[in-house]
């Protein structure tokens, strides 16, 4: 599968435990973004990096929120001191460059009990 | 503030019949509009945008700026289109998609 890929697909973790996420984008795609999806809702914005420098961050992107995409390559999503409210679905999508379709990964399902 | 809105949690039909999936926004400047669908068990995958003005897999929508709508139509629904549907809009800088609440659609046999 040459899509986007996330990893680890599930991940249940205790609450006040830090958690990290990878995305690898498509080759050569320049754009990543971030999205969360909670249950029954679409997904909302998180943050996005055009090749390694991050150019937009979503209010909902709280100072325990850090994302990274050191090469321009994978990015990490890492959460510190999860909460119960950080329960939901993370997804990664990336893009060639603006206005091009969007690509999205399988998505990573997080957990906090 | 930017919003896209679709009223519908959940829309049933039979096979055959007419689908109309609604959406509206509300949005400062002109932002592109896209569908995007997520069958069971599948990635989040884009169906079709407006500017291309394509018809995928039967489906068309309309951007209406003077009802700040874009609705999802088929007018003979099948049951392989079961799936979960969400309107987004992109923003004038290129760089974020807003997403409404996604809409279920079940096509029963």
């Known amino acids: 599968d040459t899509g986007v890929s996330q990893n680890p697909r599930h991940k249940i973790t205790k609450r006040g435990q830090n958690v990290t996420f990878r995305c690898d984008p498509i080759s050569e795609h320049n754009r990543l973004y971030w999205y969360r999806q909670t249950l029954g809702q679409g997904p909302e914005f998180l943050t996005y990096?055009?090749?390694?420098?991050?150019?937009?961050k979503s209010r909902l992107l709280s100072d325990r929120f850090s994302a990274e995409r050191p090469k321009g390559s994978f990015s990490t999503l890492e959460i510190q001191r999860t909460e119960q409210g950080d329960s939901a679905m993370y997804l990664c999508?990336?893009?060639?460059?603006?206005?091009?379709?969007?690509?999205f990964g399988q998505g990573t399902r997080l957990t906090v009990v | 503030a930017q919003r896209v809105t679709q009223p519908e949690k959940l829309l049933s039909v039979f096979k055959g019949a007419p689908v109309e999936l609604k959406c509206n926004y509300s949005?400062?400047?002109?932002?592109?509009l896209f569908w995007y669908v997520q069958y069971s068990r599948q990635r989040l995958q884009l169906l079709l945008r407006h500017i291309s003005r394509e018809s995928i897999k039967g489906f068309t929508a309309d951007l209406n700026k003077g009802e700040t709508s874009f609705h999802l139509k088929k007018p003979f629904a099948q049951e392989e289109d079961s799936a979960m549907y969400y309107c987004?809009?992109?923003?004038?800088?290129?760089?974020?998609?807003?997403f409404g609440g996604g809409t279920r659609l079940m096509v029963k046999p």
């Open positions: 990096f055009q090749n390694e420098a991050q150019l937009e």
């Open positions: 987004a809009a992109l923003n004038n800088a290129g760089n974020m998609l807003t």
């Open positions: 999508a990336s893009s060639l460059n603006m206005n091009t379709e969007a690509f």
């Open positions: 949005y400062s400047g002109s932002p592109e």
